[in-house]
Nanobody, 121 residues
């Protein structure tokens, strides 16, 4: 079994910063891609950022210049550093991962439980 556990989000003032982390554990041979998505109330879940095992990064236009994604492959952990936060960044943030359990197995997709980030004064 594989589990993704996210750090707690929180309440942040506009212009503030917050760092999220997500650690994968369990039966893991390799993690090909890790990423972050978010879902605001009443909205569809949207991509925030992804990073491959070779550190190839994809960032949503709405967060470029403000958010940074990184990962520690030895710890199976992905980080999302969020700076210059805006009220429109308020959402539940989910991490995800495409994981290979064995060298010859196909990729499996997993989600974290989600963590609330609220940007408000």
């Amino acid at each position: 079994q594989v589990e993704l556990v996210e750090s707690e989000g929180g309440l942040v003032q506009p212009g503030g910063s917050l760092r999220l982390s997500c650690t994968a554990s369990g039966n893991i041979f390799s993690i090909v891609v890790m990423g972050w998505y978010r879902q605001a109330q009443g909205m569809r879940r949207e991509l925030v950022a992804t990073i491959t095992s070779r550190s190839s990064i994809n960032l949503a236009d709405s967060v470029k210049g403000r958010f940074t994604i990184s990962r520690d492959n030895a710890k199976n952990t992905v980080y999302l550093q969020m700076n210059s936060l805006k009220p429109e960044d308020t959402a539940v943030y989910y991490c995800d991962a495409y994981i290979q359990k064995r060298p010859d197995s196909e990729l499996e997709h997993y989600w974290g439980q989600g963590t609330q980030v609220t940007v408000s004064s």
